[in-house]
């Protein structure tokens, strides 16, 4: 079943195939004009297997020389980028992160000064768990409205910067000597 559904670009090419060959767009024209969220090019459903069964019949696993040095070495890469990204947020380089993450932790104080804990825990599950289905199932839904509200929330931020965010003085930049 899942093999013979068409995504939302194939639909859109194959009836800009039924028309007059003369003006007919290139793929790649039609590929610019789907928003995904996330900026991905292929549908969620594709990226997760596309519905295609794993073969249990002849299993081929590719022989590491030492997992737990390769885990090692991911993990430590891992950990390294995720503290390189609070560095950036704790210096305010990015402002928008910045000001992501304030927003962020207020609204994650205001909704744990509702529930206790493991309330707020079970919500987080539940919701790990059902949105990503809902999403798959409803994506030619969401994405055209996500492009209409990422619109709508730069536009919002534009005029938050030009009214507040220029206003704030900076000091000037000071870098470390190198001797």
């Keep these: 079943m899942a093999e013979h559904e068409e995504t939302l670009l194939e639909k859109i090419a194959e009836k800009i195939h039924c028309h007059s060959d003369d003006d007919k767009p290139s793929e790649s024209s039609v590929k610019a004009k789907v928003f995904r969220l996330f900026r991905r090019e292929k549908p969620v459903h594709h990226l997760l297997g596309g519905g295609k069964h794993l073969h249990h019949t002849s299993p081929k696993f590719k022989y590491q020389r030492n997992?737990?040095?390769?885990?090692?070495?991911?993990?430590?890469?891992?950990?390294?980028?995720?503290?390189?990204?609070?560095?950036?947020?704790?210096?305010?380089?990015?402002?928008?992160?910045?000001?992501?993450?304030?927003?962020?932790l207020w609204i994650l104080s205001v909704v744990g000064n509702w529930c206790n804990f493991l309330t707020l825990f079970y919500i987080v599950f539940v919701l790990l768990q059902t949105v990503p289905v809902l999403y798959e199932k409803y994506e030619d839904k969401v994405d055209p409205f996500a492009e209409k509200a990422m619109h709508e929330i730069k536009k919002q931020y534009a005029v938050f910067d030009a009214k507040v965010l220029s206003k704030i003085p900076r000091g000037p930049s000071k870098e470390k000597k190198k001797d």
């Design 67 to 104: 997992p737990v040095l390769e885990f090692a070495k991911a993990l430590r890469f891992e950990i390294n980028r995720a503290f390189a990204v609070l560095r950036d947020i704790a210096s305010g380089r990015d402002l928008k992160k910045f000001l992501s993450v304030i927003a962020g």
